[in-house]
């Protein structure tokens, strides 16, 4: 089972009130968690939760370390294997939609893609020049990545560079068959109310130290481009950093960025095969229900 949707929506609360529950173990699909000493900016679980429920894929690797999806799916495809041998229930929860469907989809990888001189030379050109290049050989995946997507952009471009042929070739040869028998919710809000939980959030987080995370951060001697670096609600802060803007300017950025990944976030979903819960209209509770329907039906086969 997955609970899956954007950021603030609630996932994190529903997820811990059904592992707590029924006794499962949370998997982890959000591409930020993995690093870390990034734990207010990515609305990690605290360490109390991480003790009464069991979380997998979080802290896994330092900022300034690499990480990619296809050692995402291979520690993920292991926790769940783990977790099934122990006679549990793996709840898959996150936002990160190709995290989700690399597990829960024969998503493979196949030939090499990834060359380090290519990343670096990549790395040198501007935002702008990279989308120019994407639309070129890939206009199909240019024109569904966002130009603040840089890392996508990169990757995209790389993927083409190394192997010779486009990203969204390979993606159109997948499969994507089942790996589990599975059912995933995705989980929403009215428009106004879903802004309204993120600049709450934002706030929150600011209270707690976001901005000692940021510096920490902006201050570690990486590429500027490393995915880290990259991350919503930590790189808003580093023009303010460098005396580029004010703070109250870095915030109302970060809301704005906050807000549009959302919306990219639903977009992702909306093409998947979900179950829609809107928060707004059944409320927490009876969501939940619906939800815990789900997991007796799966519990009684």
């Given at each position: 089972?997955?609970?899956?949707?954007?950021?603030?929506?609630?996932k994190?609360?529903?997820?811990?009130?059904?592992?707590?529950?029924?006794?499962?173990?949370?998997?982890?699909?959000?591409?930020m968690?993995?690093?870390?000493?990034?734990?207010?900016?990515?609305?990690?679980?605290?360490?109390?939760?991480r003790?009464?429920?069991?979380?997998?894929?979080v802290?896994?690797?330092?900022?300034?370390?690499?990480?990619?999806?296809?050692?995402?799916?291979?520690?993920?495809?292991?926790?769940?294997?783990?977790?099934?041998?122990?006679?549990?229930?793996?709840?898959?929860?996150?936002?990160?939609?190709?995290y989700?469907?690399?597990?829960?989809?024969?998503?493979?990888?196949?030939?090499?893609?990834?060359?380090?001189?290519?990343?670096?030379?990549?790395?040198?050109?501007?935002?702008?020049?990279?989308?120019?290049?994407?639309?070129?050989?890939d206009?199909?995946?240019?024109?569904r990545?966002h130009?603040?997507?840089?890392?996508?952009?990169?990757?995209?471009?790389?993927?083409?560079?190394?192997?010779?042929?486009?990203?969204?070739?390979?993606?159109?040869?997948?499969?994507?068959?089942?790996?589990?028998?599975?059912?995933?919710?995705?989980?929403?809000?009215?428009?106004?109310?879903?802004?309204r939980?993120?600049?709450?959030?934002?706030?929150?987080?600011l209270?707690?130290?976001?901005?000692?995370?940021?510096?920490?951060l902006?201050?570690?001697?990486?590429?500027?481009?490393?995915?880290?670096?990259?991350?919503?609600?930590?790189?808003?802060?580093?023009?303010?950093?460098?005396?580029?803007?004010?703070?109250?300017?870095?915030?109302?950025?970060?809301?704005?960025?906050?807000?549009?990944?959302?919306?990219?976030?639903?977009?992702?979903?909306?093409?998947?095969?979900?179950?829609?819960?809107?928060?707004?209209?059944?409320?927490?509770?009876?969501?939940?229900?619906?939800?815990?329907?789900?997991?007796?039906?799966?519990?009684?086969?």
């Amino acid at each position: 089972m997955a609970i899956v949707g954007p950021t603030a929506v609630g996932k994190s609360a529903v997820c811990f009130a059904l592992a707590k529950e029924y006794d499962l173990e949370i998997v982890s699909a959000d591409s930020m968690q993995v690093y870390k000493k990034l734990d207010i900016g990515t609305a990690k679980p605290s360490l109390k939760e991480r003790e009464e429920v069991p979380h997998h894929l979080v802290d896994l690797v330092e900022p300034w370390e690499n990480f990619n999806l296809s050692t995402y799916q291979r520690l993920a495809l292991s926790a769940i294997a783990g977790i099934h041998n122990r006679g549990k229930l793996p709840l898959l929860s996150g936002g990160t939609g190709l995290y989700v469907r690399a597990v829960l989809e024969d998503y493979l990888f196949g030939q090499r893609s990834s060359d380090p001189q290519v990343r670096r030379e990549l790395a040198r050109l501007s935002t702008l020049d990279l989308a120019a290049k994407l639309r070129q050989v890939d206009p199909a995946a240019a024109s569904r990545l966002h130009l603040n997507d840089r890392r996508r952009l990169e990757r995209a471009l790389e993927v083409y560079l190394v192997t010779g042929s486009t990203i969204s070739q390979q993606q159109a040869h997948m499969t994507r068959k089942k790996r589990y028998r599975s059912v995933v919710f995705c989980l929403t809000r009215q428009r106004a109310e879903l802004y309204r939980r993120i600049e709450e959030r934002v706030d929150q987080m600011l209270a707690e130290g976001l901005l000692d995370e940021a510096r920490m951060l902006f201050q570690l001697s990486i590429d500027a481009n490393h995915t880290a670096r990259q991350a919503i609600g930590y790189k808003e802060f580093f023009p303010y950093f460098r005396g580029d803007c004010s703070l109250e300017e870095a915030v109302v950025t970060l809301k704005r960025n906050t807000r549009h990944y959302a919306k990219r976030q639903l977009t992702w979903f909306r093409r998947e095969d979900v179950v829609w819960l809107n928060l707004t209209e059944l409320g927490p509770q009876q969501a939940l229900s619906k939800i815990k329907a789900a997991v007796d039906c799966i519990l009684s086969r």
